[in-house]
């Protein structure tokens, strides 16, 4: 059976790193050149404000079906195949949207696209993860950095293509092309990689490869994904406990992260009554703190280890939404807020890529496949991403903008007391 790390992994293919950059660089670059060209989608299939909500859920759904399934196609095909089979199917999907003519085919088209996001972002975190054991390094940080910067990227081609009236199905199928041929490269070029280099052990006969061990023991086992044994009973025990703390973890960010780029616009706008200008700007500054602090993510893991990392993007969540809640409740000048939106941002940068990268320690400690891990984080973050608008608009239209901070300071607190643990 091919499993996991069936594609070659075996220690001489430590360059296998441009796989999952390429594929974090791909779905940032669709999704930001899709998001650019939504009203004009909208516009073609004539929908209103409540069916193109319908479609989006649609997609939603998707991408929390999509993160559910993806351990079966990584245990079908190895995480390496699968990351390139799901980049190749969002890339053909996203064309999808862009041509789709009727409302019913958009909402299709989204659920599919959906589906294939949904797998696309667990398997290329776990094959992350395997980059990340061979390679000794830390990596998540640079891979979810290479996302935002892609996503902006992206959005500043789309915003200058719909001013230049570009057509959107030709828009969004150059960039599709672009991602696809970045993909075929790829994987014509693993033989070459698979040169590169003195030979590496060799993997199981089964063809799955050992995750390195994290140092705490030179007796820890490691264990890989259906190995027949077991952890001991401690380690069990500590698994029942890390898992919970883990989803915990995962639904608390997202109720930072996704306000965070969604309300906080209009949260300038109706609480400070700023400027449009200024009011734009909140969301993007929130985009910078993640890119931000997500370049710097993996030094600073190397250098203090992802504990501490984890503590400290907490407290500076805690903090800056604190600081942000307690200007919105005093009527401080609008720059404090703007501000307080991009400290938030830079705290919240670490959150899922150490998230993702804890798959790292539970395939080694406990025998869990990384695709597994992705997934259970994938699926929570979405869950958090669904419900957080259906939480922050009643509150906000019964007790005023102040509970966007006042939801955000809930989940950057609960981050706090749970990501250092989780990551632990």
């Known amino acids: 059976m091919s499993v996991d790390v069936a594609d070659g992994l075996d220690g001489r293919t430590s360059s296998d790193w441009r796989v999952p950059a390429v594929a974090f660089a791909v779905n940032g670059a669709l999704y930001g050149s899709l998001l650019t060209r939504f009203p004009e989608i909208a516009d073609r ?32 095909v190895g995480e390496r195949s699968a990351t390139l089979l799901a980049g190749a199917g969002y890339a053909l999907l996203a064309v999808g949207v862009a041509w789709a003519p009727q409302l019913i085919l958009l909402g299709g088209a989204l659920l599919l696209l959906g589906i294939l996001d949904g797998a696309h972002d667990v398997v290329m975190n776990a094959f992350a993860v395997r980059v990340q054991q061979h390679r000794a390094t830390t990596l998540m940080g640079r891979m979810h950095a290479t996302w935002s910067l892609s996503l902006a990227g992206a ?20 960039a599709a092309t672009v991602a696809l041929v970045a993909q075929l490269a790829i994987a014509l070029g693993r033989k070459g990689m698979v040169a590169e280099g003195p030979a590496g052990p060799t ?14 023991s030179p007796s820890t086992p490691a264990l890989t994904g259906d ?40 949260l300038l706008s109706r609480g400070f009554d700023a400027t ?21 993510l993996d030094a600073a893991v190397s250098r203090v280890g992802q504990a501490r990392v984890a503590a400290i993007s907490g407290a500076t969540m805690t903090t800056a939404v604190g600081v942000g809640l307690v200007c919105t409740l005093v009527g401080a000048p609008v720059w404090w807020a703007l501000a307080a939106v991009a400290m938030t941002g830079f705290g919240a940068g670490p959150a899922f890529p150490l998230l993702f990268g804890s798959a790292d320690q539970l395939s080694v400690r406990h025998g869990i496949p990384p695709a597994r891990t992705a997934s259970m984080v994938s699926a929570l973050s ?26 955000m300071a809930v989940g950057a607190a609960l981050v706090l007391g749970a990501l250092p643990r989780a990551v632990r």
Do not use: K
């Open 45 to 76: 299939v004539s929908a209103s404000e409540t069916q193109f909500g319908v479609v989006l859920f649609a997609a939603a759904i998707g991408g929390l079906l999509g993160s559910l399934v993806a351990p079966l196609l990584a245990r079908a």
């Open 155 to 174: 959005g500043v081609l789309g915003t200058v293509a719909a001013g230049l009236r570009v057509p959107v199905a030709l828009h969004v199928g150059i």
């Open 203 to 216: 993997p199981p006969a089964d063809g799955r490869s050992e995750p390195a061990s994290t140092g705490d």
């Open 227 to 266: 190995s027949p044994a077991r952890p001991a009973v401690r380690s069990l025990g500590r698994l029942r406990y890390v898992l919970p703390v883990l989803g915990l973890a995962a639904v608390a960010a997202s109720y930072v992260e996704s306000p965070g780029q969604e309300w906080t616009g209009l």
């Open 276 to 296: 449009p200008q200024v009011a734009a700007a909140a969301p993007v500054l929130f985009g910078a703190g993640l890119l931000a602090s997500r370049l710097l």
């Open 382 to 407: 979405r869950v958090g991403a669904i419900s957080a608008p259906i939480v922050v608009g009643p509150l906000t239209d019964a007790l005023g903008m102040v509970m966007v901070f006042a939801i």
